[in-house]
């Protein structure tokens, strides 16, 4: 069975744990595909300021499916689930 979703999970950040939220965040396939591409594009770009605003780009895309009054995501959480990410997919 093919999933049609991302989901974005906790990958155990230590103490920098992710809220509830982006422990279980579903995204619509068009959604997944461009957070992957930006996953991608953040590990190509050698400039550290355009590598923020990837991140914040995609910051600003999860935060739009955190439930209200959930803790919300910062851009360093972001970052580590690229990092996290990175080798699995």
């Not at 770009?45 to 600003?60: P, S, T």
């Amino acid at each position: 069975m093919q999933h049609n979703a991302l989901w974005i999970r906790n990958f155990g950040f230590g103490s920098t744990s992710l809220p509830c939220s982006a422990s279980q965040i579903e995204l619509r396939p068009d959604v997944a595909r461009r957070f992957l591409e930006d996953m991608r594009a953040f590990f190509a770009e050698r400039n550290g300021i355009k590598r923020d605003e990837i991140a914040a780009r995609q910051l600003h895309v999860l935060r739009g499916y955190q439930p209200p009054g959930e803790k919300r995501l910062r851009l360093f959480e972001v970052k580590e689930m690229f990092l996290q990410m990175r080798d699995q997919v």
